[in-house]
């Protein structure tokens, strides 16, 4: 082998830029090659779109050499594991993903990723919180990365009206690794022709991401301390019932205020007294344990299930002043420029029932000649224009049936779910306040609208349903907290189906005495 | 028209000799054909060969110049069949699509193309989908190769040797009267580099000069008693030509090293990662140069034993680097060493895996092991590689591999296939889970999470017919899936007259939208476009009343999720005789915004008043249960804090890249979801008027919703 003359470089510079189909890595790819060709370098790009370009993980891989008159380079089309000099992800989780796949390693590799998530359809799909732990990704970075820079590229592109690549590229001229000056990269931007002021702008707020150190988050709002509106007489009572949360342990306060600000909105001061009472209840048996848990449990979940999303609060919410502008806010409407809001609304026969007086709506149930006709009446959908009058009005109208909420049948259903619910766990509460608190968070399973609903009150009863086959077990609480894990990881209940054969199948086991872990 | 434009590229076919062409591999063969004198090419689209079908199909203008035919085949079948003009008359050919589905489905053609031989140059470029980013059943081409005896070409992946290979196939396919497959890898394909042009060639013999001279030959017809003559020409002439051929104009190349006690034998296509597994040991450089000796197999069928042998005579050992099983060249090296009496050890998926992709990692690690086993010294005093392996077992690392999920692809923003899965979903939540066979193309997407229908897939455009068994009296129908694409590929023959023929009792749904939309959006007889050089917007609901079929169902807008279920349902349950079919036909959404967004953009800068849909959720209506989104899967539908301290999940969001297809609101409605969504429509350019009323109402609006806002009992 001849040696290689000593101004030959010996190796090339490796890049990989892991993004999503559709991302326009592609593009990050061409303006690299295009940099490196424009500096008298020679580039060898390659990549595998094919379906992977429809939203999948996908990557595109460069390796750029200074060249040699007469001599042609061997470029690698694959990364190999520990020779990548630069990963760009294009999303944090493809950042991950490039560490596992081992391409950042921290003898050589600068990690570029831009901090936003575009989450996969499995995190987004669970009935919970299936979201991945960024927090797990910005960690491997530290330790696999030689130098980690992060910046939400996204959020910077998107506000110089351009896309990431061109933040990204940004952020690969100010890492330095590559041996061109700023001038060469925009100069690449310029060349390419299409949207150049905004994928400049992009460029630069990528560029100065580096140095500026991330904007930490915003202060917590001052708390709520202030009864506003309604008469006299209510916002009395409303600071009379703010003047209660003394009564409670001091870490379950904010949350109480935060449910106290709920409830109020909802219905009026009296509803605030009663929440404050339920609470009350439970919170009485808090020992403590776990930063008094039960107490800020009850506190979050009674709101919640006080404050149920009936026809009146759908039809309040979609009519606030505040919400006309947070809608034009998100879709950067112009100050005067008309925009149509149209609402999709599909009441069943149920929701209407339950918007009647609870006497009628019983009746309408009863009736099949009055059902059928409702059911009819209701069969199809409604497009409401809540920017025109016609389709606000009926909506401002039904938001204002709201001080007849109590009579409603709807209320009543909720007051018995509401009152057996809280039971169950008060009776608990005082031989084991953990199962107590499991059992007021088992609430998070009743959600939604419709056959949603129907779906995630079914789970619950299954799950508040075992509590009293539990107690007693040392690890009842466990059990609980297991089986509404269980119900929230899918839509049709098939793993709680599987939580609750196991825990048929230890019933006939002796349950386990003493402390659990 | 295809999804990307190859305007400016295809401005680089017109180079002449000694400028230089820079781009993409696969464009590079399209150059190299023009330079070569091909008269014809044909081709069926699909990655990662579909950019050569889809810049020849922007350069109509330079092909007519040249005279050279350029047709976008029915299927791989019509394409290989296509080069029956090369059959008698000196003109050479080039068919290509990605292999091995498209050659699976070309064989018939292949085989007798391959038996009869050949006059003029007959050129297969193959797009070797193997290993990752492959959307195919991993198989090789080689056996095609060896079973129909056609060469089997398989260059470095360099643009210089690409196009070398394409100049050297027709010749290599003149000289033994056999087709020659050249195959390039998914990354080759893709590839970025440069090679130095020559002029391009007008086809020696023009197609119309064989048109009104036609010449037959029945000895090269496949019927006995010339077939048994083939099959011997085959053998006795056309192999040993070839193989002279392949050593006279040294097609293989050897690289010379000092360590001439050990040897690697590759495939062309593994020559950049095996340099690059070498160098990470020292053992190579970035140059070229190299320590072992290389013999480079550009040809990997036939093989040429005696070079072979040569190569390997007095080294005690050498390794073959063969990507994908079996190994059909590494017994055949143990074959032509031993009748050779060369006692040469022979490595290869001893060291190297089976199956699967010859990543650099992969070839670093089988280098190490033959090292290891042969040249131990060799070993010791190499470079250790650079590797992760340190770095993997750090304990954050570990962590993460639990943290990241996959994200395999899925339907697009706005794509107006997912309402039809989200109108299935909900029909199976009535009728029960049905049996569905799904078939190739974005609609398959349906079997990853959130749809997860769709029991097995057969091939293209064989989705109904894979669920032929299925037609027996029971419970429940069968269901079977096809998209246009398949449809006119071959599914309107084997899936639906097959269906109505056999009198099947199961529904078949055809999903359209207007294009050949997974291979990157190429027109199809069914394409809504205009389309200078083809005939389009020919329906498919004609296509299949035409072949018999009576129970034939159309909507012509998938996002009408209502509607759609109801005709699924009634496809399911009707009593009516004989396959029910539903043609579901909107726009691929990729191809309708890159045609739309910049006239919409154009119209709104010249003043003209346009509306832009766009969704969103009311973040406080939305109680975060997420069934929207498992009934919808849109990338731009997600999730995102609640902001609210009482609400523990996160909450549904749709951001920037909302198209405003309309599902959402279609959803929300079919399935009685919650009344979190709204559509915005924001209006550009209003008039006068326009303006005034909406100004009015936003005015009354706003002091009725600050009226109540005052009444309100708040805690602030």
């Known amino acids: 082998m001849d040696a290689t003359p000593p101004e030959l470089p010996d190796r090339s510079l490796n890049i990989a830029i892991l993004a999503m189909g559709g991302q326009g890595g592609g593009v990050l790819a061409d303006w690299i090659v295009d940099l490196a060709e424009r500096e008298g370098w020679q580039a060898q790009s390659t990549s595998v779109p094919g379906v992977a370009q429809r939203t999948g993980a996908t990557i595109y891989y460069v390796e750029i050499i200074r060249p040699h008159p007469g001599r042609s380079p061997v470029l690698s089309l694959l990364p190999v594991p520990g020779d990548v000099d630069v990963v760009i992800a294009a999303e944090f989780f493809e950042a991950g993903r490039a560490i596992q796949r081992g391409l950042v390693t921290p003898d050589r590799t600068t990690l570029i990723a831009s901090t936003h998530r575009a989450y996969a359809v499995l995190e987004k799909a669970k009935p919970g919180d299936g979201r991945g732990d960024s927090g797990a990704v910005a960690a491997a970075a530290r330790v696999a990365a030689r130098r980690f820079i992060a910046a939400d590229m996204q959020a910077l592109a998107e506000r110089a009206g351009s896309v990431i690549s061109a933040s990204l590229f940004g952020a690969l001229a100010a890492a330095e690794v590559l041996p061109f000056p700023r001038a060469a990269f925009e100069a690449t931007v310029r060349a390419a022709g299409v949207g150049v002021e905004a994928s400049l702008r992009a460029f630069a707020a990528g560029f100065e991401s580096i140095a500026t150190p991330p904007t930490p988050p915003p202060a917590a709002a001052a708390l709520a301390a202030q009864a506003r509106g309604g008469s006299e007489a209510e916002r009395a009572a409303l600071a009379r019932a703010l003047a209660r949360l003394d009564e409670f342990p001091a870490p379950a306060q904010p949350m109480l205020r935060h449910g106290l600000q709920r409830v109020a909105d909802y219905q009026d001061a009296a509803y605030a007294h009663e929440y404050l009472d339920r609470v009350a209840h439970l919170a009485a048996h808090d020992d403590g344990a776990d930063g008094f848990?039960?107490?800020?449990?009850?506190?979050?979940?009674?709101?919640?299930?006080?404050?149920?999303?009936?026809?009146?609060?759908?039809?309040?919410?979609?009519?606030?002043?505040?919400?006309?502008?947070?809608?034009?806010?998100?879709?950067?409407?112009?100050?005067?420029?008309?925009?149509?809001?149209?609402?999709?609304?599909?009441?069943?026969?149920?929701?209407?029932?339950?918007?009647?007086?609870?006497?009628?709506?019983?009746?309408?149930?009863?009736?099949?000649?009055?059902?059928?006709?409702?059911?009819?009446?209701?069969?199809?959908?409604?497009?409401?224009?809540?920017?025109?009058?016609?389709?606000?009005?009926?909506?401002?109208?039904?938001?204002?049936?709201?001080?007849?909420?109590?009579?409603?049948?709807?209320?009543?259903?909720?007051?018995?779910?509401?009152?057996?619910?809280?039971?169950?766990?008060?009776?608990?509460?005082?031989?084991?306040?953990?199962?107590?608190?499991?059992?007021?968070?088992?609430?998070?399973?009743?959600?939604?609208?419709?056959?949603?609903?129907?779906?995630?009150?079914?789970?619950?009863?299954?799950?508040?349903?075992?509590?009293?086959?539990?107690?007693?077990r040392a690890d009842a609480a466990d059990w609980v907290r297991r089986l509404r894990e269980a119900a929230l990881a899918d839509e049709d209940g098939r793993t709680l189906d599987g939580a609750l054969a196991t825990l048929a199948t230890l019933e006939s086991v002796p349950a386990p005495t003493g402390e659990t872990v | 028209m295809a999804e990307r434009s190859f305007a400016r590229e295809v401005q680089d076919l017109r180079l002449g000799a000694g400028q230089e062409f820079r781009g993409e591999g696969i464009l590079a063969v399209t150059k190299a054909l023009l330079q070569s004198g091909v008269g014809?090419?044909?081709?069926?689209?699909?990655?990662?060969?579909?950019?050569?079908?889809?810049?020849?199909?922007?350069?109509?203008?330079?092909?007519?110049?040249?005279?050279?035919?350029?047709?976008?085949?029915?299927?791989?079948?019509?394409?290989?069949?296509?080069?029956?003009?090369?059959?008698?008359y000196p003109i050479r050919g080039a068919v290509t699509w990605k292999s091995t589905a498209g050659t699976n489905v070309a064989c018939d053609a292949l085989s007798n193309l391959a038996s009869g031989g050949v006059t003029g140059g007959a050129l297969i470029v193959i797009g070797e989908d193997y290993g990752e980013g492959s959307s195919i059943m991993q198989e090789r081409t080689h056996a095609f190769a060896m079973k129909s005896q056609i060469w089997l070409l398989d260059p470095r992946p360099n643009l210089p040797s690409i196009v070398r290979a394409v100049e050297d196939a027709f010749e290599l396919s003149e000289a033994s009267h056999t087709p020659v497959m050249l195959e390039l890898r998914i990354r080759a394909c893709h590839v970025h580099g440069s090679f130095v042009c020559k002029d391009n060639r007008r086809p020696p013999f023009p197609l119309s000069q064989a048109l009104e001279n036609p010449r037959r030959d029945v000895s090269r017809i496949v019927l006995p008693p010339s077939s048994y003559v083939h099959e011997q020409e085959k053998v006795k002439e056309r192999w040993p030509a070839a193989v002279e051929f392949i050593r006279a104009r040294g097609m293989n190349e050897t690289f010379a090293g000092d360590v001439e006690e050990i040897g690697i034998i590759l495939q062309g296509g593994m020559y950049n990662g095996v340099m690059r597994a070498l160098s990470l040991f020292g053992l190579a450089d970035v140059w070229g140069a190299t320590r072992i000796p290389l013999h480079v197999l550009n040809v990997t069928y036939p093989l040429v034993d005696a070079d072979l042998a040569a190569f390997c005579r007095d080294k005690r050992a050498v390794l073959m680097v063969e990507e994908g099983q079996p190994d059909f060249l590494e017994q055949a090296l143990h074959a032509i060493l031993r009748k050779a009496g060369v006692n040469t050890t022979v490595c290869g998926k001893d060291v190297l895996p089976m199956g699967g992709e010859y990543t650099a990692q992969v070839l670093v690690e089988g280098i190490r092991r033959f090292l290891e086993a042969q040249a131990p010294a060799l070993l010791h005093a190499a470079r250790t590689p650079p590797g992760a392996a340190a770095v993997m077992r750090e304990p954050a690392v570990q962590a993460l591999m639990k943290a990241v999920p996959p994200r395999p692809p899925s339907f697009c923003t706005g794509c107006p296939e997912r309402p039809i899965f989200s109108a299935l979903s909900l029909v199976q939540r009535e009728l029960g889970e049905h049996h569905v066979a799904g078939d190739i193309g974005c609609h398959l997407f349906s079997i990853n999470p959130p749809f997860d229908i769709g029991a097995t897939t057969m091939g293209y455009g064989l989705g109904a017919s894979s669920a032929a068994a299925f037609q027996v009296k029971a419970k429940k129908r069968a269901l079977a899936v096809m998209g246009d694409g398949g449809f006119w590929h071959n599914g309107l023959a084997t899936g639906i007259a097959n269906a109505v023929f056999n009198k099947h009792d199961g529904a078949v749904l055809i999903v359209d939208n207007h294009y050949s939309a997974a291979t990157g959006g190429q027109d199809i007889p069914s394409s809504r476009a205009r389309n200078p050089s083809r005939s389009t917007q020919h329906?498919?609901?004609?296509?299949?009343?035409?072949?018999?079929?009576?129970?034939?169902?159309?909507?012509?807008?998938?996002?009408?999720?209502?509607?759609?279920?109801?005709?699924?349902?009634?496809?399911?349950?009707?009593?009516?005789?004989?396959?029910?079919?539903?043609?579901?036909?909107?726009?691929?959404?990729?191809?309708?915004?890159?045609?739309?967004?910049?006239?919409?953009?154009?119209?709104?800068?010249?003043?003209?008043?346009?509306?832009?849909?766009?969704?969103?959720?009311?973040?406080?209506?939305?109680?975060?249960?997420?069934?929207?989104?498992?009934?919808?899967?849109?990338?731009?539908?997600?999730?995102?804090?609640?902001?609210?301290?009482?609400?523990?999940?996160?909450?549904?969001?749709?951001?920037?890249?909302?198209?405003?297809?309309?599902?959402?609101?279609?959803?929300?409605?079919?399935?009685?979801?919650?009344?979190?969504?709204?559509?915005?429509?924001?209006?550009?350019?209003?008039?006068?008027?326009?303006?005034?009323?909406?100004r009015l109402h936003g005015r009354l609006i706003a002091a009725l919703a600050r009226r109540r806002d005052a009444k309100r009992l708040a805690l602030v």
């Open chain 1, 293 to 472: 848990a039960l107490s800020i449990e009850a506190a979050r979940h009674v709101a919640v299930a006080m404050a149920y999303d009936d026809v009146i609060r759908v039809a309040d919410l979609k009519t606030r002043g505040a919400r006309f502008t947070r809608v034009r806010a998100e879709i950067a409407a112009q100050p005067d420029q008309p925009v149509g809001i149209t609402e999709f609304f599909h009441p069943r026969l149920e929701e209407v029932c339950a918007s009647l007086p609870a006497g009628l709506g019983r009746a309408v149930q009863r009736s099949a000649l009055l059902s059928g006709l409702i059911g009819r009446l209701f069969a199809r959908g409604r497009h409401v224009r809540t920017d025109r009058l016609t389709g606000f009005l009926p909506l401002y109208l039904i938001a204002g049936l709201k001080r007849r909420r109590r009579t409603l049948l709807r209320h009543a259903g909720e007051q018995a779910h509401l009152d057996a619910w809280l039971a169950l766990a008060a009776r608990h509460a005082a031989a084991d306040p953990r199962l107590a608190t499991e059992i007021v968070k088992c609430r998070r399973l009743v959600k939604g609208y419709g056959d949603t609903h129907a779906r995630g009150s079914s789970k619950f009863d299954r799950v508040t349903g075992a509590v009293d086959r539990l107690a007693g």
């Open chain 2, 40 to 88: 014809y090419v044909a081709g069926y689209q699909g990655a990662p060969i579909s950019h050569l079908m889809d810049v020849l199909s922007d350069a109509q203008e330079i092909l007519g110049d040249l005279g050279v035919h350029f047709e976008t085949s029915a299927s791989e079948a019509a394409a290989a069949s296509t080069l029956a003009a090369s059959v008698v």
């Open chain 2, 539 to 694: 329906p498919i609901e004609n296509a299949v009343r035409g072949v018999g079929a009576t129970w034939v169902r159309h909507i012509d807008r998938t996002y009408s999720v209502g509607r759609l279920r109801d005709m699924l349902r009634d496809a399911l349950t009707t009593k009516a005789e004989g396959p029910k079919i539903i043609v579901a036909s909107s726009e691929c959404m990729l191809n309708r915004q890159r045609r739309e967004r910049p006239a919409f953009a154009a119209a709104v800068k010249r003043g003209e008043r346009r509306v832009k849909p766009r969704f969103g959720v009311d973040e406080d209506v939305c109680t975060g249960d997420h069934a929207c989104i498992r009934l919808s899967g849109c990338p731009s539908l997600s999730v995102k804090d609640s902001g609210d301290p009482l609400k523990e999940d996160p909450v549904a969001a749709i951001d920037n890249s909302c198209v405003g297809c309309g599902n959402c609101g279609e959803v929300a409605d079919a399935a009685v979801l919650c009344p979190s969504f709204w559509r915005a429509d924001i209006v550009h350019n209003p008039g006068r008027w326009e303006r005034m009323v909406a």
